[in-house]
């Protein structure tokens, strides 16, 4: 018979529990990154009106709808 003292099961018990909860905890952070960075990579923001909005096209000069200023991809900076 194998002698375990109730603290290491204890220890054992709480590391099997954990561990897959944090694991699912970890696997959908990264999904909810990888969403945000997907949604912001259409959003434009104007150079001369400082209007942001949505182009989903992959073109490299963008039209802004507000003033009519041709604007180039950037990454918008996250907060």
Known sequence: MIHVS?????CL?????????CGAWLLAE???QRREH???????RCKL??????DPTSTALSRCPHCGA???RAQLPRF
Do not use: D, H, K, T
Not at 6 to 10: D, G, K, R, T
Not at 13 to 19: A, E, N, P
Not at 49 to 54: M, P, R, V
């Open 6 to 10: 109730f603290s290491a099961l204890v």
């Open 13 to 21: 018990y709480l590391g099997i529990m954990l561990c897959p909860i």
């Open 30 to 32: 990264w999904c909810r």
């Open 38 to 44: 997907a949604a912001f990579r259409a959003v434009l």
């Open 49 to 54: 009106c400082a209007g942001e909005y949505a």
């Open 70 to 72: 041709l604007n180039e």
